[in-house]
């Protein structure tokens, strides 16, 4: 008795899943709320996830990605008043990825986030009156190999009509607030 095409099947696929939890990178504390992001890497990946996927991490920083297809994924996360993470190759400082095979289940995947400072001020001038329209700069000062100083403007911004200016999410750090004349 032949078998007909019908009652031949293709073994099912296994979904993936990714989890882990988001920490403070200086206290090792928990950071709830944070968003992460999951994205194929290649073309093969994106054409079987469709489009990204992204969690919010619970009261105790955890988070979940289930029912993945395998392939290669970016991660990132990110909160309010913490740098935004991705996984970095060390020796290149170019984004890496991860690679999940078929029915793969990585867990305690840890992903910490750096806190941020804010630099904000009013500047006026001699008379007591808002300076406008003036650029002020958040200057970083790294040392290179031989003690060389470098100096780079970490962040901008330009005061509004009552001379005030805010500059968010600074890396931690030594940083010096200098207006340009």
């Known amino acids: 008795m032949g078998q007909s095409k019908d009652n031949f099947h293709t073994a099912p696929t296994v979904l993936c899943e990714v989890s882990g939890r988001v920490y403070r990178a200086d206290t090792g504390d928990a950071i709830p ?22 969690a919010r991490t619970g009261p105790d920083g955890t988070f979940l990605f289930s029912d993945l297809p395998a392939g290669t994924y970016f991660v990132s996360a990110w909160r309010n008043g913490f740098s935004e993470y991705s996984l970095q190759d060390q020796e290149n400082d170019r984004p890496s990825s991860i690679t999940l095979k078929q029915g793969q289940k990585l867990a305690n995947l840890a992903l910490r986030l750096y806190p941020t400072g804010v630099i904000a001020g009013q500047i006026s001038d001699e008379d007591g009156d808002a300076v406008q329209g003036l650029e002020v700069f958040a200057l970083r000062i790294d040392f290179q190999p031989g003690g060389r100083k470098q100096i780079s403007a970490a962040s901008r911004a330009v005061t509004d009509d009552l001379g005030i200016f805010r500059m968010p999410n600074l890396r931690s750090g030594r940083t010096t607030s200098a207006p340009e004349a």
């Open 33 to 54: 709320k944070a968003q992460v992001e999951l994205h194929a890497s290649d073309s093969d990946t994106a054409k079987a996830l469709g489009e990204g996927r992204i």
